[in-house]
């Protein structure tokens, strides 16, 4: 280092601790201008994650009502007695052939 350039550090470094307060504010300023930005940015990424939940959340409320329809239609009376008659062959008993048990 020359000495113009020590000294110009010397002069640099008297002043900043000559007005060491205001060097103080400059930096705590600067450490919360980064706090707010680390802050904003994960706030947008948990906005980001919630998006997607809601998105995936619309999605399954659907598919739970295609599954009830779903179901509906494969619980349907007319339908359950057409696949017992013609996959088990069973047919309705007559009234004839009915017993009725009654509990006391």
């Not at 020359?2 to 060491?20: A, E, I, P």
């Not at 359950?80 to 069973?90: C, F, G």
């Amino acid at each position: 280092m020359t000495d113009s350039q020590r000294s110009l550090s010397l002069l640099v470094f008297q002043d900043l601790w000559r007005h060491k307060g205001l060097f103080s504010m400059a930096l705590i300023n600067l450490c919360c201008a980064f706090a707010v930005i680390l802050t904003v940015h994960h706030a947008r990424q948990g906005n980001i994650v919630l998006e997607q939940l809601l998105e995936r959340q619309d999605q399954l409320k659907v598919e739970y009502r295609h599954l009830l329809l779903e179901e509906n239609s494969l619980a349907e009376h007319s339908r359950i007695e057409r696949l017992a008659s013609s996959r088990l062959k069973m047919i309705r008993p007559s009234p004839e052939s009915e017993k009725v048990v009654r509990l006391p």
